[in-house]
């Protein structure tokens, strides 16, 4: 099973940068090169523990439709999505958060799995792997501009 480890420093309190995470606003401007839309459940303001979101986007050449659980969280410590119903086999996603002196340690841990057998793994070996690292990577630096600018403000009114 593929596994995904990022680690990044915000310059801004852990409180700003948790809500950011699970915010599905912020979410939706992140991922506007993929017109990331949220299609049911909750679909704008701050997801909770037990609460799902639908997203429809556009990855891989193809409309695709996903539906994440928020299956565990501790503000401002933690939260884990997981998905509901979509095209993985399986996709569990740990967001921790770590005070620091000046800011917020953010970890990003995601387990992901794909269906058809030898055919999925080569294609999680060569392109999927990455396609989502770097997915996270762009998600992350706008969670990171927002927190240290005063952009939060229009989101965390």
């Known amino acids: 099973m593929p596994k ?3 680690t990044s420093f915000i310059a801004a309190p852990i409180e ?3 809500d950011l995470s699970r915010s599905i606003n912020l979410h939706q401007i992140s991922t506007i090169a993929t017109n990331e839309k949220a299609i049911d459940g909750v ?3 701050l997801i909770n523990k037990d609460e799902t979101v639908t997203w429809q986007a556009k990855h891989l050449f193809k409309i695709r439709q996903f539906t994440a659980k928020i299956t565990e969280m501790k503000s401002p410590d933690f939260f884990i999505d997981e998905m509901v119903k979509g095209d993985f086999k399986s996709f569990h996603h740990e967001h921790h ?11 990003d841990l995601l387990d992901f799995e794909t269906p058809y ?16 690292e770097n997915f996270l990577i762009k998600r992350n630096e706008v969670i990171k501009d927002y927190a240290e600018t005063q952009k939060w403000k229009a989101i965390l009114n």
Do not use: C
């Not at 958060?97 to 970890?107: L, S, W, Y």
């Not at 057998?117 to 989502?132: E, Q, W």
């Open 4 to 6: 995904i480890h990022l």
């Open 16 to 18: 700003r940068v948790f």
């Open 43 to 45: 679909m704008n303001g």
């Open 97 to 107: 958060f770590k005070a620091a002196e000046n800011g917020t340690i953010m970890i």
């Open 117 to 132: 057998g030898t055919f999925g793994k080569i294609v999680n070996t060569l392109f999927l792997k990455s396609y989502l």
